[in-house]
């Protein structure tokens, strides 16, 4: 089997080329360029020093390498949905439409023409008995299948994850018993292929300041906000406004456009307006078979954060209703929710209307 293999130059794109050369496929690597700072406006951005740990792996590996120029593409595909959406005042997630748009899109178009016949990458994620499926990673702490919620049924059946069965001590130890060049580097942070970069420092460059008022809940002015594409709901750092009693603090429960005011309160258990059980998705995505049925299924609200018991009933045009069993903090519009049957991927979709508990 011939098979491209992602390679980032991280620690996990390493060890799952050297897997699959041992396995005994036909292996390249390729480094994606999809993000370049050329203006240098969005601080230290290491895409050059990831290129040559990534040639080096693959030089080890014995393997050949490709830098595949994919800035165009993500530009188009990934910078306008993700300044869109903010400028819409909801809050996108480009990584998981890196995955969908540029890993098992352009990438995989590009190694299809060149007769490549399955694309992998470092994710911890696993698939199915059938090859149809995606499983959730075997590391708890690191599974990334949240990333994969909108990938499609012909980019499931194409996608390798070599490393989705480890957990990332012992992905660690058999980089260093390989003697991998990225065996003890550190794992990457920021957005997706932009680089060691904050979101919040790469939406100041983007997006104008849009200075506002900060109040509490009876509409009282507590200070003043840059600009509420910078704040996510449920956010407790970073507010600015210091709340004087003990071991409490204030979180965003609001964002009100039309009169650009920033809403926090204490955080409490019973705080209005950041807990909420019923909710419309849009842009209904499925990894298999569509499910046009209701059922129940378990619903993962954003990355690192359980799957919630819910029941979903499908209305047409990709849009649906879920009714969590339990409320859910701080669900946030535009943000995606991932599907699953116990650990098995469904497939995602965006948070359309949330109707918060006042
Ligand atoms: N610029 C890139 N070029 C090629 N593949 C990439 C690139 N960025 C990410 N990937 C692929 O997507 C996977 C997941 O990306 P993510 O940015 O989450 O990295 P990660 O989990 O820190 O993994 P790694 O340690 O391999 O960087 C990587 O393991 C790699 O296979």
Redesign the pocket.
Known sequence: MKIL??????????V?TALLVQQGHEVVG?????WINEENIVGHCP?EE?IVD?RAVADQLGIEFHV?NLMREYRERVVKYLLEGYQDGITPNP?VM??REM?FGV?WDWAKERGFDAI?????AQKGEDGLSILRGADPN?D?TY?LAMMKPEQVRIARFPIGHLLKPELREEARKLGLK?AD?K??QGI??IGEVKMEDFLRTFVDDKPGPIVNLDGKVLGEHRGLHLYTLGQRKGIGVASNLYKQAYVVVAKRHEKNELVIAIERPDTPLLWARKCTLTGLSTTGLPFDAPRLLQAQPRYRCPAGDAEFRPLGDGRAELVYAQPQRALTPGQICALYEKDRLLGGAVFEHIEYES
């Open positions: 293999a992602a390679m980032s130059g991280g620690v996990d794109s390493s799952a390729a480094y994606m360029k999809n895409w990831d990534a595949v990584d890196c995955n890993k990438l992998a990458t470092g994710h911890y690191k990334q990333f990225t580097k794992d990457s997706c292929f």
